[in-house]
C-alpha cells in the first residue's frame, strides 16, 4: 500500500502562485509514476501533470502547460506541483495520485492510490 498526503492548497489571487506538496510512504520502491489531477464544480477528474519516479520523465496538460512545474524528491518521497500565473479556471480540488504499473500516465483509471486532495482556488 502506498499513502499519500497533499498540502499546500489555498486562496490565491489570479496572477499569483502556488505550490502544492504530496508525501508518499507504505510501499514507496514500488511507485512507477506519480500525477496530480483535479477536479472543478460539475466537472470531471482532469489530468494536469505526472512525473516518472525514477527517470524524472514529466508530462503537462495543456491547460498548465508553460505555467506548470512538476518536480521530485526522491529523498523525501514528495512530488511538487508549482503552478504560476494563476487563472480563475484553476479553482478546483487537486488530487495527487501515484501508480505502480507502466502506461498511459494522463488517464486517471491507471492510477492505484490517491491522496484525500487539497482544495485550490483562484480569486479574479
Known amino acids: 500500500q502506498v499513502q499519500l498526503v497533499e498540502s499546500g492548497g489555498g486562496l490565491v489571487q489570479a496572477g499569483g502562485s502556488l505550490r502544492l506538496s504530496c508525501a508518499a510512504s507504505?510501499?514507496?520502491?514500488?511507485?512507477?509514476?506519480m500525477g496530480w489531477f483535479r477536479q472543478a464544480p460539475g466537472k470531471e477528474r482532469e489530468f494536469v501533470s505526472a512525473i516518472n519516479w525514477s527517470g524524472g520523465r514529466t508530462y503537462y496538460s495543456d491547460s498548465v502547460k508553460g505555467r506548470g512545474t512538476i518536480s521530485r524528491d526522491n529523498a523525501k518521497n514528495t512530488v511538487y506541483l508549482q503552478i504560476n500565473s494563476l487563472k480563475p479556471e484553476d479553482t478546483a480540488v487537486y488530487y495527487c495520485?501515484?501508480?505502480?504499473?507502466?502506461?498511459?500516465?494522463?488517464?486517471?483509471?491507471?492510477?492505484?492510490?490517491w491522496g484525500q486532495g487539497t482544495q485550490v482556488t483562484v480569486s479574479s
Open positions: 507504505g510501499r514507496t520502491f514500488s511507485i512507477s509514476n
Open positions: 495520485a501515484a501508480r505502480t504499473s507502466y502506461g498511459n500516465n494522463l488517464d486517471a483509471r491507471n492510477y492505484n492510490y
